[in-house]
């Protein structure tokens, strides 16, 4: 079982709920349902993807233990745009709004906290479907990276297989793209964890046209 995340924003949540358990591949949630919840991650790992009318998917992105999964359709009270399945053992908890409201309401603090994780899914959402897919490798990498929330000593944790499953390319060109981006200065390296160290420059790369 994965290492558990109580130290985060999002622990109020789970206070004194019961977690439900998913084994890898059972889904969380499907995409076109209502959402009437949202969903905290305990502990393991879960792969949010869109499916097309054909069947194809495009992975969004990867959660692990301390995220939240989605909240974006939660809020603005539309289908769900995107499925989430358990890669690992999970312990999740499922937040609806009068649990949401409590806790506001305890903990005002977390309003800011919560919109900016809304904002950051959003633009995560909005990579994919303006067409993602029609940048280069290397800037579609660029804007995956930026969008990955780092944990408190700076690290984003992912592998090269979930960043090229996310931007849809292959794990050889993710790293040929890393090491270019190592060389300018703008990230390191280690093992399963990417630091960035001059995020401006990425930024900055990522979105120009």
């Known amino acids: 079982m994965a290492e558990r995340q109580e130290n985060t924003p999002w622990a109020p949540l789970a206070q004194g ?58 809020f603005d009270g539309c289908p769900r745009v995107s499925s989430a399945v358990a890669v690992t053992e999970c312990q999740v908890v499922s937040v609806d709004r009068e649990r949401l409201d409590g806790v506001l309401r305890a903990h005002p603090e977390l309003a800011i906290p919560m919109l900016q994780y809304l904002a950051r899914t959003i633009r ?65 390296t280690s093992y399963r964890a990417l630091y960035l160290t001059d995020a401006a420059a990425l930024r900055s790369f990522a979105f120009t046209d």
């Open 124 to 188: 995560l959402l909005s990579d994919h479907v303006d067409g993602m897919s029609f940048h280069p490798a290397d800037q579609r990498v660029a804007r995956y990276l930026l969008t990955i929330p780092p944990e408190s000593n700076g690290a984003l944790r992912c592998t090269h297989e979930e960043i090229g499953a996310a931007v849809g390319v292959s794990r050889v060109t993710v790293s040929r793209v890393l090491g270019e981006f190592t060389r300018r200065g703008w990230l390191k």
């Open 17 to 74: 709920q019961a977690s439900k358990t998913y084994t890898p591949g059972q889904l969380i949630y499907l995409q076109g349902t209502e959402a009437d919840t949202f969903y905290y991650l305990l502990s393991g790992s879960a792969r949010s993807y869109i499916s097309s009318e054909t069947g194809d998917e495009r992975v969004l992105t990867t959660h692990r233990a301390g995220d939240l999964m989605g909240e974006a359709a939660f």
